[in-house]
């Protein structure tokens, strides 16, 4: 099976979580792109979603899914999404495609995180993906400097910006033994505005496209 195929298969033993779902979150990525995909057969069931970017309301709104502030809703039932890398204990590094602010703050609100990747993302350890660290532009060299003395080697995402105005740096070489300790250390460093780290608010169910199976852990 090509990687789209195993993508496509995990997008739509997805769907099965969202049956039922009025209010549901859709994360950023080609895996869940094809999701969107085939949301469209079940849209007459879906009253609204809250997206994590700008691009995912686009693709929601383009198949006639109507998209909705996160505001204006207390929770989310379950929320859909891709990730970079994931360890058996369901803690993930997310980022790639630079949506991660608005990712965990969709996760943080949903009741359900259902992670989708294809098998080539399944670690045990999580690392070797660059660290994705959005930042308020005026302190990147700044939160580049902390993270050398924790060992990575951060590289700036040139010309790239957020849907939040802000801009990435992407870590390279960290091992990752202590996912939540390392996020809260992240975090905490001044002008940070996310890290890709989501171990705190970890994935509830991972869904893993391998072969011609979909393992669910
Ligand atoms: C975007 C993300 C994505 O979920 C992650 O990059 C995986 O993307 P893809 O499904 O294209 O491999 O975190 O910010």
């Not at 779902?21 to 869940?32: A, R």
């Not at 207390?74 to 994931?86: M, S, T």
């Not at 495609?97 to 992670?115: D, H, P, Q, Y």
Request: with cysteine; hydrophobic share 40%.
């Amino acid at each position: 099976m090509t990687q789209d195929e195993l993508k496509q298969q995990v997008a739509k033993a997805a769907i099965e979580y969202v049956k039922g779902e009025s209010i549901i979150g859709v994360g950023t990525g080609s895996t869940v792109n094809f999701f969107i995909d085939l949301l469209e057969d079940i849209k007459g069931n879906i009253d609204a979603a809250v997206s994590s970017s700008i691009v995912t309301t686009k693709r929601l709104e383009k198949i006639g899914i109507r998209v909705i502030e996160l505001s204006e809703v207390d929770q989310i039932g379950v929320y859909v999404d891709g990730a970079d890398e994931v360890n058996p204990q369901k803690k993930m590094i997310k980022g790639g495609g630079g949506a991660l602010t608005r990712e965990k703050i969709v996760a943080a609100v949903s009741k359900k995180f259902v992670c989708i990747v294809d098998d080539s993302k399944c670690v045990d350890v999580m690392g070797k993906f660059p660290l994705p660290i959005e930042v308020i532009p005026m302190s990147r060299s700044y939160v580049a400097r902390e993270l050398v003395k924790m060992g990575g080697q951060p590289v700036w995402r040139e010309n790239y910006r957020t849907d939040n105005g802000c801009e990435i740096i992407d870590v390279h070489n960290l091992n990752i033994m202590e996912p939540m300790e390392l996020e809260k250390i992240i975090n905490n460093i001044a002008g940070v505005v996310t890290v890709g780290l989501f171990a705190l608010r970890d994935a509830d169910v991972v869904l893993v496209g391998k072969g011609t199976n979909v393992i669910t852990y």
